[in-house]
């Protein structure tokens, strides 16, 4: 396991449907966060889970959004009834639970939305 | 006003110059920093890490905080074409991080 994986890379879908992401963090790490960045900006935070609970929503994070973290591995994250303000890149990173030695969060490669 | 602060750019040098990166953050209570490089289509790869003022340094690139005036820094030197990137800094404080909205990059051979 060298890093955070994610996927899919790309995803292209039309306004209206459903896409699901999924993200493996790596190994050891206990946190998983998702983030959203656009063109031109930083990440922004959306969610973050300790092990299988969903400890923290952004507001950003619309009721069409949902994530899971079933069994505190992997992660999962739907956006139903896409939008085109939706187009983004999906963001995912994980850390050691260690707030004695700060949040160090290793990110994935991304997925990259594109809602026409 | 953002919490944190960070010159989008473009910035461009020649290889071997110093470059320097900044950003201004508005809450003081923020204890972690780091910085981030960013290729083109890409995740955020951390390069550094640092939670007290002072210089932080790792081969080429060399950190600074300045809690005081909540300011902090990158320096890289003898920049490489291959330093070509979006830099992002980043902040923390337990679980709440905030990036800036990066520099970009570009050094000439």
């Known amino acids: 396991d060298t890093g955070v994986s994610q996927d899919p890379r790309h995803k292209i879908t039309k306004r209206g449907q459903n896409v699901t992401f999924r993200c493996d963090p790596i190994s050891e790490h206990n946190r998983l966060y998702w983030y959203r960045q656009t063109l031109g900006q930083g990440p922004e935070f959306l969610t973050y889970f300790q092990n299988e609970a969903q400890l923290e929503k952004s507001r950003l994070l619309s009721d069409r959004f949902s994530a899971e973290r079933p069994k505190g591995s992997f992660s999962t994250l739907e956006i139903q009834r896409t939008e085109q303000g939706d187009s983004a890149m999906y963001l995912c990173?994980?850390?050691?639970?260690?707030?004695?030695?700060?949040?160090?969060?290793?990110f994935g490669p991304g997925t990259r939305l594109l809602v026409l | 006003q953002k919490e944190v602060e960070q010159d989008p750019g473009p910035l461009s040098v020649p290889e071997g110059a110093i470059v320097s990166l900044n950003c201004t953050y508005s809450n003081s209570a923020f204890q972690y920093f780091m910085w981030y490089r960013q290729y083109s289509r890409k995740g955020p790869e951390l390069l550094m890490y640092?939670?007290?003022?002072g210089n932080k340094e790792d081969g080429r690139f060399t950190a600074q905080v300045d809690k005081s005036s909540k300011y902090i820094s990158l320096f890289i030197r003898d920049s490489q074409p291959s330093d070509s990137a979006t830099y992002l800094c980043a902040m923390s404080l337990n679980n709440d991080m905030r990036f800036g909205a990066g520099t970009r990059l570009t050094v000439k051979p």
């Open positions: 990173a994980s850390s050691i639970d260690g707030l004695a030695v700060g949040e160090t969060q290793y």
């Open positions: 640092t939670y007290s003022s």
